[in-house]
């Protein structure tokens, strides 16, 4: 069964995502009049680091589409991020984030810009599902979010769910080469609906500081890759149940009672020293996208439609007010 018959595209979803990435740009605008503009969310990079993407030998057949079709080692860059669009210590509460992206992937790819055609892109975070359940819910968050408290009450009020998760996902961890990461939003896998996790090979975790530096986060990361290499596995969850595992809800919980995540790939992050300051640039110009990516794993759902224009949009901001080119 093809699972693009299962999204529903509202007729006033063009409207929610454009009135999301008019606000974003402004805010984005306002905040940051001159110098560099950042990104507006995951702003605060705590590494860029070079990685292997392993495909596993012998998957089953549903799983063996785009990257996954065969045994591959990709070149990968890993970025690790907080979500927070303001940039704060480390100590604070946020959703952490992993950008990985595979190079070098031969095939045609749904991506609007041109330098990135080669890639494909997972974005995942530290929490399992997504605060909102669509874009008219997640534009009215950052419309509250910009507005008065009057805006901010009511929208809470009226979005309890959205207040459990914000008091829920937003956690203090100690390294963010120990975190669980998850897609949240679906995709497309050949004629299959999937979410994404990666899972550290190592469940060894360290403590908080006692007391912690503003960017303690990098310095776990430094002091890990200086002594070992840190493997993740990379799942694969299926969808057995429209009813249960929706596409256009992306708040709503895929539960791994009903379907695990199988491992298809392992992500391979050899030591390295990657805090220079040409790395710490490279960083901070790379572009991701769940849209930089094969036709086989297109990404579901009106959160991650929104996701291609604002992506797209705000980085090219980014880019030209940063003079990058």
């Known amino acids: 069964m093809n699972m693009s018959v299962q999204e529903i595209i509202s007729d006033f979803e063009t409207k929610y995502t454009e009135d999301v990435l008019s606000r974003l740009k402004e805010q984005l605008i306002c905040d940051h009049p001159a110098g560099m503009m950042p990104r507006d969310a995951h702003p605060k990079m705590h590494g860029l680091v070079e990685a292997e993407f392993i495909v596993h030998n012998d998957l089953p057949d549903v799983y063996k589409i785009g990257v996954f079709a065969q045994s591959s080692t990709f070149k990968t860059w890993v970025r690790f991020s907080n979500a927070n669009s ?28 041109t330098d990135c055609r080669d890639n494909q892109d997972f974005l995942l975070i530290s929490t399992d599902t997504f605060l909102c359940d669509n874009i008219q819910t997640f534009d009215g968050m950052v419309q509250a979010f910009q507005g008065s408290w009057q805006q901010k009450i ?56 006692a007391n912690p530096d503003p960017n303690f986060l990098r310095l776990a990361m430094k002091q890990q890759l200086q002594t070992a290499p840190v493997e ?72 991650n439609r929104a996701r291609r224009l604002v992506y797209h949009a705000i980085s090219e901001l980014r880019r030209r007010v940063n003079g990058v080119n």
């Open 232 to 303: 993740f596995v990379f799942g694969i969850q299926l969808q057995t149940d429209p009813k249960s595992m929706p596409i256009e809800d992306a708040s709503v919980l895929w539960k791994e009672t009903a379907s695990p995540f199988f491992p298809v790939a392992t992500l391979r992050i050899p030591k390295q020293n990657f805090d220079t300051e040409e790395r710490n640039q490279q960083g901070e110009n790379m572009r991701y996208s769940p849209w930089h990516c094969l036709a086989g794993h297109r990404p579901l759902g009106s959160i």
């Open 86 to 113: 303001a940039i704060q210590e480390d100590i604070k509460r946020d959703i952490r984030g992993i950008g990985i992206k595979l190079t070098q992937v031969p095939g045609e790819k749904l991506t609007h810009e």
């Open 154 to 209: 009511g929208f809470f009020l009226t979005n309890p769910s959205v207040v459990w998760k914000l008091l829920t996902s937003f956690k203090v961890f100690a390294n963010p080469l120990q975190i669980r990461y998850f897609s949240c939003t679906p995709y497309l896998l050949g004629q299959s609906a999937v979410k994404y996790c990666v899972t550290p090979v190592n469940q060894t975790l360290d403590v908080v500081p």
